[in-house]
């Protein structure tokens, strides 16, 4: 099983439609988790980070199933501008060094 | 506040050729590190550094060499170069390490074809 995985997609999804997507991880000691966005022919962002309580923002909410071991992100509304390729990260905690792991990505179109 | 810068931007060389991309941040981070994306390989770690003097390697560290002399910059070198290594190359770094790595800021990435 890969450390990290995601759903290529892409998902093609209208405008003002919710999308999700999960990504699903192999080490239980996996103890930190992101999602970041990453636009074509550019650097991966960080959109948000994933606690377990879950967390919001704006349109967008992220969850983390330690039971399942996988982590989700929930776009309402969607807009154009939300076409992207979405990393799912993980870092898992090594002492002195973490291990960042990430995810090949989630490719989401959004069409208008 | 520039964040990581990467230079250059875009590179073409011959096989055997050799080149060191550049790459440096003004956030006083102590961990830096350098990632290539191919296509449908996703991310993939080269070497990092947890500070200056320190440096490890990643998950494909084979044919680059890295040093961090200083806390703002850490060099990648290609010593001779191969087409395997045509890829998007991407700095990036944080402010903590260890269980504080959190937010990794990446650099605008740096384009380099070896024919």
């Known amino acids: 099983r890969k450390e990290v995985e995601q759903d290529p997609g892409p998902f093609n999804v209208p405008e003002g439609a919710t999308v999700a997507f999960n990504c699903t991880y192999s080490?239980?000691?996996?103890?930190?988790f992101f999602w970041y966005r990453q636009d074509c022919r550019k650097e991966p962002k960080l959109l948000m980070s994933?606690?377990?309580s879950g967390n919001e923002d704006g349109r967008f909410t992220a969850q983390l199933n330690r039971a399942s071991q996988y982590i989700s992100l929930l776009i309402r509304d969607s807009k154009l501008s939300d076409s992207a390729t979405y990393l799912c990260?993980?870092?898992?905690?090594?002492?002195?060094?973490?291990?960042?792991?990430f995810g090949k990505g989630t490719r989401l179109h959004i069409l208008p | 506040n520039a964040g990581v810068t990467q230079t250059p931007k875009f590179q073409v060389l011959k096989t055997g050729q050799s080149m060191t991309l550049q790459c440096a941040q003004d956030m006083n981070h102590e961990y830096m590190s350098w990632y290539r994306q191919d296509p449908g390989m996703g991310l993939r770690l080269i070497h990092y550094?947890?500070?200056?003097?320190?440096?490890d390697q990643g998950e494909v560290p084979n044919g680059y060499n890295v040093s961090r002399s200083t806390t703002e910059d850490f060099p990648l070198r290609l010593l001779s170069a191969a087409p395997s290594q045509t890829s998007v190359y991407f700095c990036a770094s944080s402010y903590g390490t260890g269980a504080h790595t959190g937010e990794l800021f990446f650099g605008e990435g740096s384009r380099l074809t070896v024919l």
């Open positions: 994933v606690y377990s």
């Open positions: 550094s947890v500070g200056a003097g320190i440096t």
């Open positions: 990260v993980v870092n898992i905690e090594l002492g002195r060094d973490d291990k960042i792991i």
């Open positions: 080490n239980s000691a996996s103890q930190s």
